[in-house]
């Protein structure tokens, strides 16, 4: 079909019913995947219990055991000196030795019906956490969609107008998108989320002290809470920096970089990071700004995760139009053939720098630390447009 017989707002209803079609099914898989996450909890909770009833059971079929060889050998000396009882004896010995050995055979089926209720309860649990495993990629692909349908097709008029726009639609971008969601997803649950969750349970011991013991009992606790609050705070501050630091936006790379190397050594005393910068001091197009940032950004974040290093350093030189990052760490370095889930961080700088036709290297070996180094090309000309005017 010719594209000026394309009807654009056709096409724009299409998409917007496509987004809330997807945008409901993202809800309900999020409570589908909520009533699943309940369910484990439960399950795990009676496996818990079963594993101690278990645990019980057994502890008292070894007594059983025990009484019910007592109790045999006992039968045995009164059939063997029958003469020597009276018949009450001797039934009382009977009717004790066949007591013993129905409890232990009874304690016996309990053991095996619980094995096989704990067996049943685990194939549960790996059921429901598969269906949830399965539910977080469902999710995962549904937001890769949406994003898709919402960022690079909102505007499909014009991008059919203009046939070379379609190698702009970049599926891998998208993922990385995703895959960064989810690390701060998880970033905020383990701590913002968590410290938010102490710090509330702290409120309620504190209100307690007050009540129990007084004002000045419960005024120390609350200096204890008011210390949580302000990790809590400082802890949000970091992940809010580390989304976009406001002075990549406001004075340029060399002044983030330069932040952001203090504040890695705030956060990890025992590294000694240091950080040096040479070339030209103009801005240079802020897009080439934030790829080269959130590089050397991920470099730094894989040198204190995997490398063991005492000393990284951050190295910018600019230049009229090119800009070269090197990060180098004296951790214990890697075999660069070897690969694992480490090396999806370095996939995804080589993908994201071959992107930016820049140049990527990677210089280490196990022993000897680790050396990245980006280049990427840069068109001062365009700064003005793409930073806003601004200049360092």
Not at 151 to 174: I, N, T, W, Y
Request: with cysteine; hydrophobic share 35%.
């Amino acid at each position: 079909m010719p594209v000026d017989k394309v009807d654009i707002h056709a096409l724009d209803a299409i998409f917007s019913s496509m987004v809330r079609s997807l945008d409901q099914s993202k809800s309900d898989i999020f409570i589908i995947n909520e009533e699943s996450r309940r369910q484990l909890e439960e399950l795990r909770e009676d496996l818990r219990r079963t594993d101690e009833e278990i645990s019980r059971a057994i502890t008292e079929g070894e007594k059983l055991s025990a009484a019910s060889i007592e109790a045999r050998e006992k039968l045995q000396h009164v059939s063997v000196h029958f003469a020597d009882y009276t018949k009450d004896e001797v039934r009382e010995a009977y009717d004790s030795a066949h007591e013993v050995q129905l409890e232990f055979m009874l304690n016996s089926t309990k053991v095996r019906q619980l094995n096989d209720l704990k067996l049943h309860l685990e194939n549960r649990i790996r059921t429901y956490q598969d269906s949830m495993d399965r539910a977080d990629h469902l999710a995962g692909h549904v937001n890769i969609v949406t994003k898709y349908l919402t960022s690079d097709l909102k505007d499909v008029g014009p991008a059919l107008e203009s046939a070379k726009m379609r190698k702009h639609f970049s599926m891998k971008v998208l993922e990385a998108q995703e895959e960064e969601r989810k690390r701060l997803s998880r970033e905020i649950h383990d701590g913002p989320a968590q410290m938010m969750a102490n710090l509330v349970m702290q409120l309620g011991l504190v209100e307690r002290v007050f009540n129990d013991k007084g004002m000045d009992a419960g005024l120390g606790q609350l200096s204890f809470t008011k210390e949580l609050a302000r990790s809590t705070l400082s802890e949000i501050r970091r992940i809010i920096y580390d989304l976009r630091p406001m002075v990549l936006d406001d004075f340029g790379l060399v002044p983030a970089l330069s932040k952001y190397m203090e504040k890695m050594q705030d956060y990890h005393p025992d590294i000694r990071f240091t950080f040096e910068s040479k070339g030209i001091m103009a801005r240079i197009p802020q897009s080439t700004e934030v790829a080269v940032f959130r590089l050397v950004q991920e470099a730094v974040t894989n040198a204190i995760k995997h490398s063991g290093a005492k000393v990284i350093d951050v190295r910018i030189e600019i230049c009229e139009n090119w800009i070269r990052a090197t990060v180098t760490d004296d951790g214990k370095g890697f075999d660069p053939s070897k690969t694992g889930e480490s090396s999806f961080g370095l996939q995804g700088m080589t993908e994201r720098v071959a992107l930016l036709k820049g140049e990527f290297d990677i210089r280490t070996e196990e022993g000897e630390g680790t050396e990245v180094i980006l280049t990427l090309p840069h068109d001062q000309h365009a700064t003005d447009k793409d930073a806003g005017g601004k200049s360092g």
